[in-house]
């Protein structure tokens, strides 16, 4: 499917939204409020598949949105910022991904939602369906930022909370203000904080529905901080957003990994310090992936024999893990053969 370029916006000074025309009734692209689309991006004759979550959502917005940060050295954000136009036509896959509600609208819920950065753009997406469909719920949102500028989304969010002032707050975390100033909060998260936060919302760390979505840092301390307060991991969902940087010292093994792929298989050699995907890319073996940094679950396999290493920061439930189930694109083989099943 192809994609029309609507509108360009300029969220902020390094990220913009791409909106598209949403095509007519037959042709409608469907997509759930946190779910991301691959979009097919040609640069120098090659096509790169990026995946970017959707800001607009699926109840009242008739188009579609997607929001892109730039990132440094990033091949395509770059590319995107610099180079594409209204009118442009992208081909794209369809919308996917597991980190995602689908508002009920007699369900009555309190959602605790942690954005980091560029995190907030599923978030959005997720606040606007949840406060248009789910008029009963309840959402917190606590958005972290390097500094005040950097805030996508601030003057919409300012909105909904002025339309919506008893069932949507928020609570920024800014990391260069020096001082606190009403729901702007300066420093970084902390138990303290976090702590502060709830008990201004007369809220305790209970079932609710808790969402994080951001920099593998910002996660980490949050998944600690709710843990510490008797949330666990499984009552968690997470999008990873930006892996972290994977250190593996496997670069003189050299592992004999045979690819099962719909029957068929796939014998390849691959160094301790070179993804599964990227070798199999590597040698023209065709493979399901996407954003290729552990971001989404596109590239999801099992491992049934022999030993991978998977970089933290995925979007895998443990359990998931431990029966051998990886993500592809930051999986390194550890032993000598590896049999993977796509």
Same mark, same amino acid.
């Given at each position: ?232 991991? %499984?009552?968690? &969902?997470? *999008?990873?957003?930006?892996? =972290?940087?994977?250190? +593996?010292?496997?670069? #003189?093994? $050299? ?51 022999? %030993?991978?290493? &998977?970089? *933290?920061?995925?979007?895998? =439930?443990?359990?998931? +893990?431990?029966?051998? #189930?990886? $993500? ?15």
């Amino acid at each position: 499917m192809k994609l029309l370029i609507k509108d360009i916006i300029g969220e902020t000074d390094d990220t913009i939204s791409l909106c598209f025309k949403n095509g007519n009734f037959f042709k409608r692209l469907k997509y759930k409020p946190g779910q991301f689309l691959t979009i097919y991006v040609p640069i120098d004759k090659v096509v790169h598949k990026r995946a970017y979550s959707f800001s607009s959502n699926p109840y009242t917005d008739k188009d579609l949105k997607i929001t892109i940060k730039r990132v440094e050295k990033g091949l395509v954000s770059n590319f995107v910022h610099d180079n594409l136009h209204v009118g442009d036509k992208l081909v794209v896959d369809d919308p996917a991904g597991s980190f995602y509600v689908e508002p009920i609208s007699k369900q009555k819920k309190q959602y605790i939602l942690f954005a980091g950065g560029s995190g907030i753009t599923p978030m959005f997406s997720i606040i606007k369906s949840v406060l248009a469909e789910e008029k009963d719920s309840n959402i917190l949102l606590v958005y972290a930022n390097q500094s005040m500028e950097s805030i996508i989304f601030h003057d919409e969010i300012k909105e909904l909370e002025n339309k919506y002032p008893n069932n949507f707050s928020i609570e920024h975390i800014i990391s260069s203000n020096k001082k606190d100033n009403n729901n702007y909060y300066a420093g970084l998260v902390t138990h303290k904080l976090l702590n502060k936060i709830f008990s201004k919302h007369l809220l305790a760390y209970d079932d609710h529905a808790y969402m994080i979505c951001g920099p593998f840092g910002y996660m980490e301390k949050i998944k600690e901080i709710l843990k510490d307060n008797g949330v666990t991991r %499984e009552k968690i &969902m997470i *999008e990873v957003f930006k892996a =972290p940087v994977v250190k +593996v010292s496997g670069k #003189d093994l $050299l592992s004999d990994v045979t690819l099962k792929v719909e029957g068929e298989a796939h014998q390849i050699q691959v160094r301790g310090d070179k993804s599964i995907l990227e070798q199999a890319m590597s040698e023209s073996i065709v493979i399901p992936y996407s954003c290729r940094a552990g971001m989404c679950s596109s590239c999801r396999a099992k491992c049934i024999s022999g %030993e991978v290493m &998977m970089s *933290e920061g995925h979007l895998l =439930p443990d359990s998931d +893990v431990e029966n051998g #189930d990886i $993500l592809t694109c930051i999986s390194y083989p550890v032993s000598e053969k590896v049999v993977i099943e796509i």
